[in-house]
């Protein structure tokens, strides 16, 4: 469903569109088998908002391996992709050199399950609760995504789809409509390479807001388990 949407996705002509490069680097330490810690800083554009820089910590509590889920994500180094049910919950920065910075808290729940062909579905929900010069607002997100794992000699690549949805309570509607494709590039045991495509249609603002971004996420990944 999310690949023919991506293939199908023809907007109407866009009143204004932009083109955009989003770097991110994300670092995570394993602390015992269910739960690890992580820091994140990034470039955004989402949800209407202007391009930000976002910042900061996150501590995610999980199940134990599935095993349907562990062959589905065999050669996967994010260890929360091989669980069932991931909570996260995570607090981010947003400077702004023409506004209030924002302070953002983001409750995230995550459900993995591995489908037919090695293809692991994920449904991740996530809320962004943002103050900013004593105002509240909230978002709603939810991104389903299908990946796979693919076999090059002995490189094991992924590729994904997904689609994601937001609700905005300034807007009071579904605003925003995000598509993506990208692929999950391993090198070594402890980092990985994620670059991917966006298009996103923002209906919140007037004109509507046709956006096309790539990006390129680093992934790092640490552990104080004992192997």
Request: glycine fraction near 6%.
């Amino acid at each position: 469903m999310l690949g023919v949407a991506l293939m199908l996705v023809s907007p109407a002509p866009a009143r204004a569109q932009e083109s955009q490069f989003l770097p991110e680097i994300d670092a995570y330490l394993a602390i015992n088998p269910l739960m690890r810690v992580g820091f994140q800083a990034k470039q955004t554009r989402e949800g209407g908002d202007p391009v930000q820089v976002e910042i900061g910590p996150s501590i995610d509590f999980y199940l134990k391996p599935w095993i349907k889920l562990e062959n589905a994500t065999l050669f996967d180094l994010d260890a929360a992709r091989k669980r069932a049910l991931v909570f996260s919950i995570g607090y981010r920065v947003l400077p702004s050199p023409n506004a209030a910075t924002t302070n953002r808290m983001e409750p995230v729940v995550t459900i993995n399950a591995p489908l037919r062909g090695g293809i692991l579905l994920s449904d991740r929900n996530r809320a962004d609760l943002d103050w900013q010069s004593g105002k509240f607002t909230w978002r709603y997100r939810n991104r389903l995504s299908l990946e796979k794992s693919l076999t090059i000699d002995k490189y094991h690549p992924r590729i994904y789809v997904r689609s994601e949805e937001f609700y905005e309570s300034q807007y009071q509607k579904w605003s925003t409509t995000a598509l993506y494709a990208g692929g999950t590039l391993p090198i070594g045991t402890r980092f990985d390479l994620v670059p991917y495509y966006c298009h996103q249609n923002n209906t919140g603002t007037n004109p509507n807001q046709q956006l096309n971004q790539a990006g390129l996420i680093a992934n790092f990944y640490f552990s104080l388990e004992r192997k």
